[in-house]
């Protein structure tokens, strides 16, 4: 059985997946806009995929007897600079994703929930794979500031890479 502490902690952590995705998704639709389309294939990518670990976090919760909250929506931001700063901000975002998981396993942690410790091993994993990621693209879009031919090799990169995930080849 979750404390009320680890149970309020993991749908706060719903709240910030399913941000996450809706972050995402309206990402790729500026991206969309300004014709980085593989970029905003990416990032559709990616949305589905925070929408998948908001529906493990769910599942895990319902599955423990306890009753998963689903968050109101907040809107993203809409309008970026350019497609640095979408990536920029991504980073960003996933730097405080980690910290939300990391709070949560500190708590578990504190509480000797070893069970929901388990859990979210994964999720720890999977935050150390994505600020890797999304740092490795920033400092690709430092190295071509400035290249518009720089920025559309870097986004047909984004499209090869949203299809072999798509695959399943990460």
Request: hydrophobic residues 40%; proline residues 2%.
């Amino acid at each position: 059985m979750l404390s009320k502490e680890i149970l309020d902690k993991l749908n706060n952590q719903i709240d910030v997946e399913f941000y996450s995705s809706n972050l995402y998704l309206q990402m790729a639709s500026w991206c969309e806009s300004k014709n980085y389309t593989g970029a905003a294939k990416f990032l559709m990518e990616h949305a589905d995929e925070e929408m998948e670990h908001m529906r493990r976090i769910f599942n895990y919760i319902n599955n423990t007897g306890a009753q998963a909250i689903i968050p109101a929506l907040e809107q993203p931001p809409i309008d970026y600079d350019s497609l640095p700063h979408v990536f920029k901000e991504i980073y960003k975002h996933e730097c405080y994703v980690t910290s939300t998981i990391n709070e949560l396993v500190a708590t578990t942690t504190a509480e000797n929930d070893y069970s929901t410790l388990n859990f979210l091993q994964w999720y720890v994993a999977e935050q150390h794979e994505e600020e890797h990621l999304f740092m490795g693209i920033v400092n690709r879009m430092d190295m071509i500031e400035g290249s518009r031919t720089g920025l559309l090799m870097i986004d047909k990169e984004l499209s090869a890479s949203a299809d072999a995930r798509a695959a399943g080849t990460k």
